[in-house]
């Protein structure tokens, strides 16, 4: 199995950026795809960002809420995937995690198809 840690969470003001990292170890991230997900208080956990295991179209989703502010990238020869976070938001306020899937097929949104997760990392921002 492979284990996941985020990394590079913290408290920014609105319209500041920061990049997510997700480090996995265990196996390669080559073989699975991989998502971003986010949990503000009191809410559930909702999809951000999916890329595929491919660089072909469809292989990257991202939710409207992020799309052209968010940016999914992923370093197979660092075994790590990031997020890199534009113009943020104070309802981009939340737990990040990213996750791992095996199956190929699929509702990538949905974080019942993620078979790993990583601890999560907290993204404040303020207004």
């Known amino acids: 199995q492979v284990q996941l840690v985020e990394s590079g969470g913290g408290l920014v003001q609105a319209g500041d950026s920061l990049r997510l990292s997700c480090a996995a170890s265990?196996?390669?991230?080559?073989?699975?795809?991989m998502g971003w997900f986010r949990q503000a208080p009191g809410k559930e956990r909702e999809f951000a960002a999916y890329f595929g295991r491919s660089r072909s179209a469809g292989s990257t989703l991202y939710a409207d809420s992020v799309k052209g502010r968010f940016t999914g990238s992923r370093d197979n020869a660092k075994n790590t995937i990031y997020l890199q976070m534009n113009s943020l938001k104070p309802e981009d306020t939340a737990v990040y995690y990213c996750?791992?899937?095996?199956?190929?097929?699929?509702?990538?949104?949905?974080?019942?198809?993620?078979?790993?997760w990583g601890q999560g990392t907290q993204v404040t921002v303020s207004s």
């Open positions: 996750a791992a899937k095996s199956a190929y097929t699929g509702d990538h949104r949905s974080r019942t198809e993620y078979d790993y």
């Open positions: 265990g196996r390669t991230i080559t073989q699975y795809g």
